[in-house]
């Protein structure tokens, strides 16, 4: 599933996972954590569920010849930390489940200590206005372990609000790979945002920074404020060009 450029031992490593989902704002949060902290790219995830995509280099540390494609993990050995970006949706029911399945199985086998999944849900399935966009579901492994991540979900100054609903719209796979990691007793959260579909880029700032609280101020390099997130240069066209000025 994973080809690796050299072998690594996970034990220990906090993964972050985006599910694709409205707007594609995990996807746009993960792209800020990997910007910001330079993080080395150290493989490459092959399924059947996932599209091919190749593309030039997504990210300004990266070399000028370097190929993105549809998934691929990044790393910070001295945070502990494992970055999956996706970057292309997962097709059929049975390839979809089988991805799933095996993305649990490699966290589980390669000994990660939790699992953050981004997710973003439809801004009209918000049912109470009066509180903040965001949201979490978490595992009973997760909220009992000997960790502060739990704690400063309830504690966040009513940021965080717990889901006690069914189904979160919009939010791609995040529930059911949550799902599966609790069957493995792998500890897991699910964290996800209300939004609307557009241009989302400032959605997927806020998610960075508030995961960035939620991992224990983990995401930034040491010394930096939280108005150093860096976007990256492929954000520069995600809409194309500007309209030609000829027109009016």
């Not at 220990?12 to 694709?20: F, H, R």
């Not at 370097?66 to 998934?71: D, G, H, K, L, N």
């Not at 949706?89 to 089988?98: E, K």
Request: negative net charge; proline residues 5%; aromatic residues 10%.
């Amino acid at each position: 599933m994973f080809s690796f450029r050299r072998e690594i031992d996970f034990t220990g490593y906090t993964l972050i996972v985006p599910s694709v989902s409205v707007g594609n704002v995990p996807q746009l949060a993960v792209d800020v954590i990997i910007e910001t902290l330079k993080l080395e790219p150290v493989g490459q995830l092959w399924h059947p569920a996932l599209i091919p995509v190749i593309g030039a280099p997504a990210f300004e540390h990266e070399p000028a010849d370097f190929v993105s494609t549809s998934a691929e993990l990044y790393l910070s050995e001295e945070k502990h930390l494992a970055v999956l970006q996706l970057r292309a949706p997962l097709v059929g029911n049975a390839q979809q489940r089988a991805f799933l399945e095996q993305l649990a199985d490699f966290v589980r086998d390669r000994h990660f200590t939790e699992v953050l999944l981004l997710a973003s849900c439809f801004a009209h399935e918000k049912s109470n206005v009066r509180t903040a966009p965001f949201s979490y579901v978490a595992n009973e492994i997760y909220e009992r372990a000997d960790d502060a991540g739990s704690r400063r979900l309830t504690e966040d100054g009513g940021r965080w609000t717990k889901h006690t609903g069914g189904v979160i719209h919009g939010g791609g796979f995040g529930a059911k790979l949550l799902e599966l990691l609790t069957e493995r007793s792998i500890a897991g959260v699910l964290l996800f945002m209300y939004v609307s579909e557009g241009d989302n880029t400032t959605e997927g700032l806020m998610l960075a920074r508030m995961l960035h609280t939620i991992s224990g101020e983990r995401l930034l390099p040491a010394g930096a404020q939280e108005s150093d997130f860096r976007w990256p240069k492929s954000w520069q066209h995600l809409f194309g060009s500007s309209h030609p000025r000829s027109l009016y």
